[in-house]
């Protein structure tokens, strides 16, 4: 197994990437997939600890980031429904109700 | 040769997350984020995590990437015209920036360490990883995994009230 510091090197950069992803598009299903990599980069984190200290505790964690996220999709994109209907685009310039 | 191979994947990993967040066309964007899951489940086979791998590919690539590609299908949603400005741009890029140097100073000024398991690798191959991973949800975690049953139901609910006709 290589070291530990390596899976966690690649997971920051996915995390860093996925930030400036959610910071910086307008389309919201691109910034909910930014998201979901985001997910994914700390379920790389947890495997990686996990492997390193030999405990399991970390897996198990990561099958629940994975439950929230199907949640999250199942929701989220239900809500992007709903508000394409409403508004004709997705773009989130026009979520702007509670602007001052 | 590990060493190789892991940084062939890490490279198609950062790449395609890459083209995630660069691409005009969310189609393309939803394809590279399912290259980016299958190293990541790449990763998690190179941990020692075989079961970890295959839910990773059937939720995330399978599941929730269907879904995502079926909205975007279903929307219709045009190719990104408008551009955010410049400054935005900047700035959301400068905060990205700023996370990433901050974790990896914390990656080199910390230490490892943390609660130590019994986990062995031998153990991995001899009683399998789905059984410890099995044995602790429904020891340690059973709680929370009824509380996630929960969630689920609650998703189903939300996703089902959301998706109406009129909201």
Known sequence: ?100 | MESIFFLIVAAVAVISSILVVTCKNPINSALSLVMTFFCLATFYVMLDAPFMAATQVIVYAGAIMVLIIFVIMLLNVRVETVKRGTHAVMAGSAIGLFILFQTVWFLMKGSMTGKVGEMTKEQIISVGHVELIGKAIFTDFLLPFEVTSVLLLAAIVGAVILAKKKI
């Open chain 1, 1 to 100: 197994m290589l070291a530990i510091e390596n899976y966690l090197i690649v997971s920051a950069i996915l995390f860093a990437i996925g930030t400036i992803g959610v910071l910086t598009k307008r389309n919201a299903i691109v910034i909910f997939m930014c998201i979901e990599l985001m997910l994914n980069a700390v379920n790389l984190t947890f495997i990686a600890f996990s492997r390193h200290l030999g405990n399991i505790d970390g897996q198990v964690f990561v099958f629940f980031v994975m439950t929230v996220a199907a949640a999250e999709a199942a929701v989220g994109l239900a809500l992007m429904i709903a508000f394409f209907k409403n508004r004709e685009s997705i773009d989130v310039e026009d979520i702007n109700l509670l602007k001052l």
